[in-house]
């Protein structure tokens, strides 16, 4: 054996016939097998190629979405990049069995319901690939509940200050409240926002609306309700 082309250095064994691919520059190497004829016969060489091809080297990333109706869907594909630019086609799969197997692949626009690891595959056109994990991270959604009304009758004093969150139904708590703007009246002092209450005592006689605000984690929405 011999070298026709390329620079295989001690990856390329004469002696043996052999070749250690790992490490290797990309490129074709040519090695030339040469047979010594007896005579009368003649002597004859063959060539062979190697052809070291470009690895795709992907890193995959993550995205957020939330659990809605209807539900928010993560387009796989947008969480990967490949710092080789191998232009290798894209396929997505649940497990890293199935990616590395040629198993069932999944479809590239994903809805979970909870936060879920995908794996993304790409293979080249000559057989090469690289598989990487992408994770869409799923958020729950949040609920202001249902608002109620409470009727107080007038008074100086002697009532009992008005927890505003006893007239919420099924709300997610930590939120925060305000009076409406389109409130018809002010309670002025006796609203204490921060406290989310309200000391009917003296109050005029009128609607007071106040408002309950959630803000959204990442991805969903932010819900509101009078009382």
């Known amino acids: 054996w011999s070298i026709g082309?390329?620079?295989?250095?001690?990856?390329?064994n004469a002696a043996n016939g052999t070749l250690d691919p790992n490490g290797l520059a990309l490129g074709t190497y040519t090695f030339t097998y040469f047979v010594m004829g007896d005579a009368p016969c003649a002597s004859d060489f063959e060539?062979?190629?190697?052809?070291?091809?470009?690895?795709?080297?992907?890193?995959?990333?993550?995205?957020?979405?939330?659990?809605?109706?209807?539900?928010?869907?993560?387009?796989l594909s947008t969480l990967v990049s490949d710092a080789n630019t191998t232009g290798g086609t894209l396929t997505f799969y649940a497990t890293s069995t199935a990616a590395e197997?040629?198993?069932v692949s999944v479809n590239m626009s994903?809805?979970?319901t909870q936060t879920t690891t995908y794996y993304v595959r790409s293979t080249t056109?000559?057989?090469?690939y690289d598989?990487?994990?992408?994770?869409?991270?799923?958020?729950?959604?949040?609920?202001?509940?249902?608002?109620?009304t409470i009727t107080q009758c007038f008074a100086?004093?002697?009532?009992?200050?008005?927890?505003?969150?006893g007239q919420l139904a099924g709300a997610t708590p930590g939120g925060s409240w305000s009076l409406k703007g389109t409130s018809p009246n002010n309670p002025g002092a006796n609203f204490d926002?921060?406290?989310?209450?309200?000391?009917?005592?003296?109050?005029?006689?009128?609607?007071?609306i106040f408002t309950y605000s959630v803000t959204g984690p990442t991805s969903c929405p932010n819900e509101e309700t009078d009382v």
């Open 5 to 12: 082309s390329g620079t295989p250095g001690a990856n390329f």
């Open 131 to 148: 598989v990487v994990p992408v994770v869409v991270n799923v958020n729950q959604p949040i609920s202001a509940g249902t608002g109620g």
């Open 193 to 208: 926002a921060s406290a989310g209450t309200v000391n009917p005592n003296n109050l005029a006689a009128g609607t007071y």
């Open 101 to 103: 197997n040629l198993g």
């Open 156 to 165: 100086v004093s002697g009532l009992s200050i008005i927890p505003l969150s």
């Open 125 to 128: 056109a000559a057989g090469c």
């Open 47 to 75: 060539d062979v190629s190697v052809i070291i091809n470009q690895v795709p080297d992907l890193t995959g990333g993550s995205t957020t979405i939330c659990n809605t109706i209807p539900p928010q869907s993560a387009d």
């Open 110 to 112: 994903q809805s979970p």
